[in-house]
């Protein structure tokens, strides 16, 4: 069996296969809201599925934490011409497993295009939620809240059938974050807690911390006047910084880099 030093690098470094690998896995951190920055221009709702980058906050008490990409399902609700203010959305996001503190996220943005062909789109968005779980013994309790700006263009021709689009985003999340979890010998690093054993790291971390995405997106079937207002599918790398804990202090932010892809679907009214 592997010693505790060996168990948390594995664990560190193989964030797509914790369910396989036994490893605790607590505190998803999403890097992307994973929302279209390009606005719908007519009464729309907007829902996603796929894996978005990110990290988790237990990977921040690991000796190399990695980013990874997690479960995200979300939907965006645009008014449009229904508000004085077109452009103008709310929504929600759950990103990661329920046992590894998963946590419903409001979404509330703003979106709309530059140029006179329509061609770039531009948006911001604002999310926060609290979150908290425990899982071998270890727990975590979070808030995180921050804002993601981003653009995206369209490269080829407008078409009702099939548009290729690049977007790119930048966010910054605030994170104020409290765990609870079990050490390796040294007292360095931690580890998943042998059954009924009591964690003796106590930390809080917390700080402002950004992240980028940049991807490119297949948009079919978005300016039909239907009821279904298309989709897209949506591929893309997240880069960021995450918080750092060695030996139960806090210490200077890592960076991480993960990849993602979803799925798109928008119904609403014709106009």
Known sequence: MADPVRKSL????????????????LGPMPATTGVAMAPAGRPDIDVHAGLVPGYYLSSAVT?????????????????????????LFAGARYAGEASSGAAPEPLLGYRSTIGEDRS?????VAFGTHAQATQ??????????????????????????????MNA????????????????????????CPDGATPVNDVHAGGVYPSVN??????????????FHGGRFDIGAGAGTMPRVL???????????????????AFGALR
């Open 10 to 25: 594995l664990c560190s470094t193989l964030p797509l296969l914790v369910a396989s690998t036994g490893c605790t896995t």
């Open 63 to 87: 000796p190399d934490g990695n980013g990874t990409a997690m479960r995200e399902v979300g939907a965006v609700i645009e008014p449009d011409h229904w508000l004085s203010v077109p452009g």
């Open 120 to 124: 770039l789109g531009v948006g911001v």
């Open 136 to 165: 071998k013994s270890a727990s975590f309790s979070a808030t995180r809240g921050g804002a993601e700006a981003g653009a995206d263009l369209r490269l080829t021709p407008d078409s009702h059938w099939l548009e290729l689009h």
């Open 169 to 192: 985003s930048a966010a910054l999340t605030g994170l104020s974050a409290h765990g609870s979890y079990c050490v390796d010998s040294a007292g360095s690093y931690g580890v998943d």
């Open 214 to 227: 940049f991807g490119m997106s297949l948009n079919f079937a978005q300016h039909l006047d239907s009821a």
């Open 247 to 265: 030996a139960g202090e806090q210490a200077s932010a890592r960076s991480y880099v993960a990849l993602g892809g979803t799925l798109s679907l």
